[in-house]
């Protein structure tokens, strides 16, 4: 079974601190996996994903992640946060080595960034 | 503009009626998935379809029927509403590159 952890509901931040929010995953076999955002109200729009190669994967709006293997996470970072930052961000896995045609999603991360 | 569209946007229902909650996408996507989105819980996978004809239970499939008669449409259908499935619903679809997915704007239901 493939699953997906996001151990902080809430991640405050000032405007221009570096951000993390964070990720682990489990699988059996290979990770597909992916970071969201969702602003209020609004459905969710695709950040980045990492399938194979470079361990840090870069995105949309200055965000990257970094995969991880041995620790199974797969981090968000962006090295300087925007106000306009503050959103709901979700992380989400797809067991590729199992054949799994599921997207898993984890309980999701609310950022609010602090001018 | 290409992506992936749902309707109603919103809609209340009585407990008991039933409706359909409609999927189209335009990006030849194989794969398809409806999931809800709870406070605090997520987005849970309700039902999933790897392709035209094909259907499959996720996470939380209690209380809900799906199809996919032609690949562009995802239809799920609550057969018989319950204030427990008061949430918002989101389509996905994904195609088999792997470039990711698409979700659409999503689909308030309020059940009273």
């Known amino acids: 079974a493939q699953s997906v952890a996001q151990p902080e509901d809430q991640v405050n931040v000032a405007e221009g601190n570096p951000l993390t929010v964070k990720c682990t995953y489990s699988v059996s076999g290979n990770p597909y996996l992916f970071w969201y955002v969702q602003y209020p109200n609004r459905g969710l729009q695709f950040l980045l994903k990492y399938i194979t190669g470079d361990n840090l994967v870069k995105g949309s709006y200055g965000f990257e992640a970094e995969f991880n293997k041995s620790q199974t996470s797969f981090h968000l970072k962006k090295p300087s946060a925007l106000v306009s930052d503050s959103a709901l961000y979700f992380c989400a896995v797809r067991d590729l080595g199992a054949g799994s045609y599921q997207l898993t999603f984890g309980k999701g991360t609310k950022l609010s960034v602090i001018p | 503009n290409a992506g992936v569209t749902q309707t109603p946007k919103f809609r209340v229902l009585k407990t008991g009626q039933s409706m359909t909650l409609l999927c189209a996408q335009d990006m030849n996507h194989e794969y398809m998935y409806w999931y809800r989105q709870d406070p605090g819980m997520g987005l849970r996978l309700i039902h999933y379809?790897?392709?035209?004809?094909?259907?499959a239970k996720g996470e939380v499939p209690d209380g809900y029927n799906v199809s996919r008669l032609k690949k562009q449409n995802f239809l799920l259908g609550l057969e018989s509403a319950a204030p427990s499935q008061t949430s918002v619903y989101f389509c996905?679809?994904?195609?088999?590159?792997?470039?990711?997915?698409?979700f659409g704007s999503g689909t308030r239901l309020t059940v009273v």
């Open positions: 379809s790897v392709g035209e004809g094909t259907t």
């Open positions: 996905a679809s994904g195609g088999q590159s792997l470039h990711g997915y698409t």
